[in-house]
């Protein structure tokens, strides 16, 4: 087994799959606090504890593939990995609970392009997998 499938198998696979998963959970907390099964400090709190390590681990995967050469990873992945700075650096990452109404529609549709965009890049990785292996 090769270093490059060991890469896609170790590191990217597991990593897509946890980012998938946590922005999943985000989308089914809005969505729940849309329909009122949940209260706005519980939905804000449950997903701001995500936020962060959704931001490390996205831009460590990111780093990952430029340092690696996977140049189309790195590529698709930067540009959520710039926003996510763009957002921590404005102060803008948090979910704040007085507004959370106010922002809940574009915090949905944005969760849920991302979950596009995660769905994507495991796509991607599932594939190089494959074509690694055979």
Not at 101 to 118: M, Q, S, T
Request: with cysteine.
């Amino acid at each position: 087994m090769g270093w490059n499938l060991l890469f896609w198998l170790v590191i990217c696979f597991p990593a897509n799959i946890a980012l998938l998963a946590s922005t999943f959970y985000q989308v089914l907390i809005l969505s729940d606090l849309e329909y009122d099964y949940i209260n706005p400090f519980d939905a804000s709190s449950r997903i701001n504890y995500f936020i962060l390590p959704e931001f490390i681990g996205q831009g460590v995967l990111c780093a990952l593939c430029l340092f690696t050469g996977h140049w189309f990873m790195f590529l698709l992945t930067l540009p959520l990995a710039c926003y996510h700075v763009m957002l921590y650096v404005k102060r803008e990452h948090l979910i704040d609970v007085t507004e959370v109404f106010r922002v809940l529609n574009a915090e949905k549709k944005f969760r849920i392009a991302k979950l596009a965009l995660y769905l994507i890049v495991l796509i991607v990785t599932i594939f190089r997998m494959w074509v690694l292996a055979a």
